[in-house]
């Protein structure tokens, strides 16, 4: 908490932005999206749209997992879902790009309904597992129901055409992903000051309790898997439209994985974790790439050993938060913060 | 269907064979995950790569140094035992005090980990592994079954049989049976948990490292046969996550549906077929065959 703020009323404990500061920020923030395509160029924009399509997926797993306390190990092909069916809209019938997002998310949000329905009976870790069974029986459907999922060669994806414009490149793209990716991470912010986000909470801190006090179970745990998948779904649409071919292939149970990952380093249960976290997960293999480049002049073989390095990485970065910082660097953050807010006093 | 019609009455049975063959590969792994389970309340997502492991070290034993069979085979259960013990020490025990979610995400991390190491050492590409078990096929009545299939069933049965009889009667088997009912109870009778805890998670990873050089005999090797491991989490999840009889009798159930329904529909069927029962199970009764059903209090 900043020095000097004291609230005084309840609407105001309760808001977005607690302070002017972080009014500040977040405009200076938004000024930054607005201007970076004209500094960033190229492979920066695409990285950059990419992040961006994490973030929404990241987002969505978190307020599955970070807020509702369900694991969930399907969560990529919950995207594939959603890139599934932008391909297959747009391929066939030509529809509007903002009604294909709106498609995946719905397609996505309805099959992650299912996949929530064990939820009924099983719990904790048996409904990762499920969520695992899920993923893979999705797997066999994207590889086998040929026509409309393109079996093994998959899909191709029209270019997205918006008001006319073909967002053909990267460049183009982040002033669709960009808009989108704000208005959902906002969105997500906002969910968990309703009644509905309040009883995720609750229902992950303790969900007997939670029971007990009248919240129903099984309605919010669907609703909770419906609206992480619809991120997914809209991530996995946008995913499409950056990509422009969705197979089999595109959505490996890694994913998944990399997505769970991207919730634990950010910081389960703060939007800014997740935001943190998919960032940080993106880029990683980026650096990486980065660093087998540089020392290319030493060992000619480093890029061979990328792949498996980064897979290592991945494990030791879910392993090393989750022993030495189950916060996340949500955490570090808010402590790096607090550093500042309650200077020149110490903590 | 005429694709049934010339399904003779022998190949069925040949199927059933070797699906049992898998299937007590299956329960052989199920019953590592059980002892890790049964000792420290840990759901090992990272089983089939830890019998992946098993698999590649033996490989770098037998085919990488050309160590005979006979001590490239103990020499792979020891490290084993030593990743096992490494596993535990540094990832597991910080968080035991913690809930099991994380310790549940921390061998997700695991899986991952492992994957890694093992292409980073002897790369992604498959690989066999050297012949060791005898060529020649079994004829039962007029059934034939292959001779690695024959093997890779009787070492399991015997390694189990013995695995059954160590916990029955060994002083440490009592002590992992003790930890496994009542933590607290155990450790003040003396029992030295940590202890027990480290030496599950060796045996686990012994065992599971054993029936990762049947199944790389039998299948070849590569750094994706973790995928093994799904299987054996639906015969664990089936059988009941703290039953080791549950983890036979759905390893043995489990193998054989995917041997038929792989001979029937197809290949792509099998983890369709898996998984199909494991939603219906998880659903029906989440507690599996022969789990015992907790009563959760506040």
């Known amino acids: 908490m900043r020095i000097g703020t004291a609230k005084q009323s309840y609407a105001a404990d309760e808001a977005m932005f607690k302070t002017d500061t972080q009014r500040a920020w977040f405009a200076a923030l938004m000024v930054g999206l607005v201007v970076y395509p004209l500094v960033g160029s190229g492979y920066w924009m695409f990285l950059a749209v990419l992040v961006m399509i994490n973030v929404i997926s990241t987002t969505g797993l978190n307020i599955l997992t970070g807020f509702t306390g369900q694991v969930s190990l399907g969560h990529a092909a919950f995207m594939a879902v959603g890139a599934y069916t932008v391909a297959f809209f747009d391929g066939r019938f030509d529809t509007p790009v903002l009604l294909n997002l709106v498609l995946a998310g719905a397609v996505a949000s309805g099959i992650g309904f299912f996949v929530g329905l064990p939820s009924l009976r099983i719990k904790g870790l048996y409904l990762a597992i499920a969520t695992l069974a899920a993923s893979v029986i999705l797997g066999f459907v994207f590889l086998n129901w040929t026509p409309v999922t393109g079996g093994l060669r998959g899909l191709n994806v029209p270019t997205a055409t918006f008001l006319g414009i073909e967002l053909a490149t990267p460049e183009r793209l982040y002033w669709l992903v960009m808009p989108i990716c704000v208005i959902m991470v906002a969105a997500a912010r906002n969910l968990f000051r309703t009644r509905i986000g309040r009883a995720f909470i609750a229902i992950r801190d303790r969900d007997i309790s939670a029971e007990i006090i009248g919240i129903p179970l099984f309605k919010y745990k669907l609703l909770s898997f419906a609206i992480s998948s619809f991120y997914a779904g809209v991530a996995g649409g946008l995913w499409a439209y950056l990509f422009r071919v969705v197979t089999p292939e595109s959505f490996p149970a890694l994913a998944s994985i990399f997505f769970l990952a991207a919730v634990i380093v950010g910081g389960a249960g703060t939007i800014i974790g997740g935001i943190f976290g998919a960032i940080f997960m993106t880029l990683i293999p980026e650096f990486l790439k980065l660093a087998a480049a540089g020392v290319v002049p030493w060992f000619p073989d480093a890029p061979i050993y990328l792949a498996p390095i980064r897979n290592i990485v991945f494990g030791v970065l879910i392993v090393g938060f989750l022993i030495f910082e189950p916060m996340g660097l949500a955490e570090i953050w808010r402590r790096v913060r607090r550093c500042f807010a309650l200077w020149p006093f110490r903590t | ?298």
Request: aromatic letters at 10%; hydrophobic letters at 60%; charged letters at 10%.
């Open chain 2, 1 to 298: 269907m005429d694709k049934w019609a010339n399904l003779e009455f022998i190949d069925l049975v040949e199927t059933s064979l070797a699906g049992f063959g898998t299937g007590a590969l299956m329960a052989l792994t199920g019953v590592a995950f059980v002892i890790i389970y049964k000792a420290t309340k840990v759901i090992n997502l990272a089983i089939g790569e830890m019998l992946m492991v098993g698999a590649f070290v033996f490989y770098g034993f037998s085919a990488g140094l050309a160590l005979p069979i006979w001590a490239s085979i103990p020499a792979t259960l020891i490290v084993c035992a030593l990743v096992g013990g490494i596993i535990e020490r540094t990832m597991i025990r910080p968080l035991m005090k913690d809930n099991p979610v994380s310790v549940f995400m921390v061998t997700i991390g695991l899986t991952s980990i492992l994957i890694g190491l093992v292409e980073l050492i002897w790369s992604a590409e498959p690989r066999r592994l050297p012949e060791f078990l005898p060529q020649q096929p079994l004829i039962l009545w007029d059934a034939f079954v292959p001779s690695k299939t024959a093997y890779s069933f009787l070492i399991s049965a015997v390694v189990v049989a013995v695995l059954i009889t160590v916990f029955a009667f060994w002083r440490g088997g009592i002590a992992l049976r003790a930890t496994a009912t009542d933590r607290a109870a155990a450790s003040s009778v003396g029992i030295n948990v940590a202890g027990v805890f480290s030496f599950s998670w060796m045996l686990a990873a012994v065992v599971a490292g054993l029936a990762g050089i049947l199944v790389g005999s039998v299948g070849g090797i590569s750094s994706a046969m973790g995928l093994f491991g799904l299987s054996v989490f639906v015969v664990v999840i089936v059988g009941g996550l703290d039953s080791i009889t549950g983890a036979l009798v759905a390893g043995l159930f489990v193998g054989w549906l995917e041997a038929m329904v792989g001979r029937l529909f197809g290949g792509e069927f099998k983890l369709l077929a898996t998984f199909s029962i494991l939603l219906i199970v998880l659903v029906v009764r989440p507690y599996g065959l022969f789990g015992t059903h907790e009563i959760e209090r506040l």
